[in-house]
């Protein structure tokens, strides 16, 4: 089997969010895909295998961390949709088959890739204890994301406090299902975005996130009624960092970026 490594929601290397992606003929059994993203060892890697001609969907895809199966991956996704398209392997907007059901990504001609996803449906939470001391902040409001990101969203005072976040991971995994998303205004939206975030998983296995799309169908909603726009830009603020515009349209996320494969190899196991 053929694996790549692509970084996601980035246009240059060593950026943004690295994914493995392994396209295949069939899916091996469950205990092989998760022995393989155990290797591969970054936040997601994505399985994909075509699918017949006619039906709904194109390819299917399923997406795992090192530690479990998740229900949506954005940044896995989007560089799924790029190995397609820049190995000749799919043209055009291809159709993904998900167990969060049929994802659209369609390439533009400056190389971006625009990924149709639900939105998150936020419900206003209270903030539950020990949230503000693992965080080692003290959130201004609580949002439930539902159960296909399974997050819990907070807002914080500046984005001079999300970027120093230095939460406690351990005492983060008792707060929510995957993690939290920690969101503040952007400081200067001239810099060329509107809010900045952080996402920290560490009950699937992943500390930090560096670009995580499936949360940015729950920043949209929120910074969209915040902000009075449906287009927006989000930073996500990690150390490898990465951007990721976004349009709301009702039930439904448009997410946008690039990306760039930085690794091309065989899995010989």
């Known amino acids: 089997m ?6 996601a929601f980035t246009d240059r290397p060593f950026a943004g969010n690295p994914a493995g992606v392994l396209l295949l003929d069939a899916f091996p ?3 092989r895909l998760q022995n393989v993203a155990l290797e591969v060892n970054h936040a997601e890697t994505a399985f994909a295998h075509p699918l017949p001609a006619g039906g709904e969907a194109d390819w299917a895809l399923r997406w795992f961390t090192p530690a479990a199966e998740v229900d949506m991956c954005g940044h896995a996704t989007l ?10 392997a799919h043209a055009g907007p291809v159709r993904f088959a998900t167990r969060s059901g049929v994802l659209v990504a369609t390439p533009a001609a ?3 890739i625009t990924l ?3 939105t998150a449906p936020l419900t206003k939470a209270e903030i539950p204890a020990g949230v503000a001391e693992a965080l080692g902040a003290e959130p201004l409001t609580c949002f439930d994301t539902g159960p296909r990101v399974g997050d ?6 500046d984005e001079r406090t999300v970027h120093a976040l230095r939460p406690d991971r351990k005492a983060l995994a008792a707060c929510s299902g995957r993690g939290v998303i920690a969101t503040a205004r952007a400081e200067n939206p001239d810099l060329g975005y509107d809010f900045v975030s952080r996402c920290f998983f560490p009950n699937v296995g992943i500390d930090e996130d560096p670009v ?12 969209s009624e915040r902000l009075g726009r449906t287009a927006l830009t989000g930073l996500q603020a990690s150390p490898r960092a990465g951007r990721v515009r976004t349009e ?11 990306a760039v494969t930085v690794i091309e190899g065989e899995l010989l196991a």
């Not at 053929?2 to 970084?7: E, G």
């Not at 560089?79 to 000749?88: F, K, P, Q």
């Not at 995580?212 to 910074?223: E, K, N, R």
């Open 2 to 7: 053929q694996i790549r490594i692509v970084d």
């Open 29 to 31: 059994d469950d205990d």
């Open 79 to 88: 560089a799924t949709a790029h190995v397609l398209h820049t190995t000749g």
């Open 110 to 112: 400056d190389g971006s």
């Open 116 to 118: 149709d996803f639900p």
């Open 152 to 157: 819990l969203l907070v807002e914080l005072a």
């Open 212 to 223: 995580t799309g499936s949360a940015h169908t729950a920043l949209a909603p929120y910074w």
């Open 248 to 258: 709301l349209r009702g039930d439904r996320t448009l997410l946008s970026g690039r």
